[in-house]
């Protein structure tokens, strides 16, 4: 038996990616923030585009056991707390996976617990929790893995990589982060601000405007940071025609009046051209005006 995947986010994607290493045949721990009603195994039903049901094993994040690997799929405003509430369980050897959404988490969690073996994934699988508590698999979609400099494989990638749908090892993680954070600081707080759907930023010529522009200055912000994103504008509209009726995440939280990422999305944006000088004006705009809609 391989060394079990703990998992930090029991929300809709950590139970997808859970039920999915489970399927495969790898051992899973599952790492909930309070004890699961009755105390016995975490109960999970997967419905949409696959089906299954599990009954997993589950430790309280104080436990004393040792964790070799650590899938997270947190909000990434959880993620530098929630692997500090697991850090006395860690060692040097220990391999952290961070797939939360956008960035910035990563130095933080730099800052508290130095020393960490980092990887970072990106998925476009899809997932939400429905009314009566399942767990709806919405999007098929790919997953990327990589560590920054390494260009092949690692050893514990193997299980990961034949577990979940698409998954292979990404020698430039680094672009495939970034490209994915420009489509969100695209897509996520016009939907958010607009309270509309993906396809709707297409389909209305002032929205999809707004698109162009705030793309032009992503590729700026971007290209400053190193990171050239080719055909950006055509990537994102791509995205939007694909996900024509999704709700973002971004458009969920709003709705729910729950915090939402966009500190680590167009935020982290603001950030990182502050420091390299370069304007980001709409982009700041949106960060704000988003963080206003949820503001106590």
Known sequence: MSLPWYILGCGAMGSLHAAQLDRAGESVIMLPRSTPPGGGPLQLEICGLSTSRHALPWQAPEASAPIDRLLVLTKAYDVAAAIGSV?????????????????????????????????????????????????????LGSTRVGMPGVIDAPAWFSPLGQALPDCEWEADI??????????????????????????????????????????????????????????????????????????????????????????YINGYLVRQARQLAVPAPLNEALWHAVRDLTAP
């Open 87 to 139: 850090a006395r369980r860690l060692t040097p050897q220990s391999q952290v996976v961070l797939m939360a959404n956008g960035m910035g988490y990563a130095e933080e969690i730099a800052a508290r617990l130095p020393g960490l073996s980092l990887a970072f994934g990106t998925s476009t699988q899809g997932a939400h929790r429905t009314v009566d508590g399942k767990v709806h698999h919405a999007g």
């Open 174 to 263: 680094s672009m495939a982060l970034w490209q994915k954070l420009a489509v969100n600081c695209a897509i996520n707080p016009l939907t958010s601000l607009h309270n509309c759907r993906n396809g709707e930023l297409a389909r209305d010529p002032h929205l999809a405007q707004k698109v162009r522009d705030v793309c032009g200055e992503i590729a700026e912000v971007a290209e400053a940071a190193g990171q050239v994103l080719p055909d950006l504008e055509s990537r994102v509209f791509s995205v939007i025609d694909a996900t024509a009726d999704n709700r973002s995440s971004m458009l969920q939280d709003v709705s729910r009046g729950q915090r939402t990422e966009i500190d």
